[in-house]
T-cell receptor, first 110, second 117 residues
Framework: RKEVEQDPGPFNVPEGATVAFNCTYS??????FFWYRQDCRKEPKLLMS???SGNEDGRFTAQLNRASQYISLLIRDSKLSDSATYLC???????????FGRGTSLIVHP | GAVVSQHPSWVICKSGTSVKIECRSL??????MFWYRQFPKQSLMLMAT?????????EQGVEKDKFLINHASLTLSTLTVTSAHPEDSSFYIC?????????????FGPGTRLTVL
């Protein structure tokens, strides 16, 4: 089983739709969780940190479920510009070495 | 957020030459930087962890003599691809963790696109 798993998609949704991604992790000692966004041929950019209490930033909501070992990302009112690959990143223990999921591709169409 | 730069952003070289890529944290200090490689339509692959003042830690299957890493200061790590071959053509990305950050966010450089002819 991979350490961090994501559905690669693509998720193909119309503008204005709400879409949710999940990411599961295998290491119960994982401490830090993030969602990154990567556009084609560009570097990943931090979208949101995922805290135990969950967090919201505008149209984006991230949640952590430690019991089931997954994190989620919810995007409301999708925009064309949201089209990208969304990477789940988990950091375990004291090594600070990030483990990446394969990414979930989102395509928002008119 | 914190800024990480990479230089060069792209390079084309002949087979057999060596290519040096720099990764700098511009507004924070980083004892640890990471080097990744990404092939088209594939996920990021961690190559090595670069530690300031000590030897890098390489992932399994990554040749340390081919991919030389030097982390001479708290703001600079370099990756040298020695005797590059066409199969080394890839997108190389570094990331850095802010020394004083409380939640271990990683900040990525813009990447270096290497093409070996």
């Amino acid at each position: 089983r991979k350490e961090v798993e994501q559905d690669p998609g693509p998720f193909n949704v119309p503008e204005g739709a709400t879409v949710a991604f999940n990411c599961t992790y295998s290491n119960s000692a994982s401490q830090s969780f993030f969602w990154y966004r990567q556009d084609c041929r560009k570097e990943p950019k931090l979208l949101m940190s995922v805290y135990s209490s969950g967090n919201e930033d505008g149209r984006f909501t991230a949640q952590l479920n430690r019991a089931s070992q997954y994190i989620s990302l919810l995007i409301r009112d999708s925009k064309l510009s949201d089209s990208a690959t969304y990477l789940c990143v988990v950091i375990s223990g004291g090594s600070y070495i990030p483990t990446f999921g394969r990414g979930t591709s989102l395509i928002v169409h008119p | 957020g914190a800024v990480v730069s990479q230089h060069p952003s792209w390079v084309i070289c002949k087979s057999g030459t060596s290519v040096k890529i720099e990764c700098r944290s511009l507004d924070f200090q980083a004892t640890t930087m990471f080097w990744y490689r990404q092939f088209p339509k594939q996920s990021l692959m961690l190559m090595a962890t670069s530690n300031e003042g000590s030897k890098a830690t390489y992932e399994q299957g990554v040749e340390k003599d081919k991919f030389l890493i030097n982390h001479a200061s708290l703001t600079l790590s370099t990756l040298t691809v020695t005797s590059a071959h066409p199969e080394d053509s890839s997108f190389y990305i570094c990331s850095a963790r802010d020394l004083v950050a409380s939640y271990n966010e990683q900040f990525f450089g813009p990447g270096t696109r290497l093409t070996v002819l």
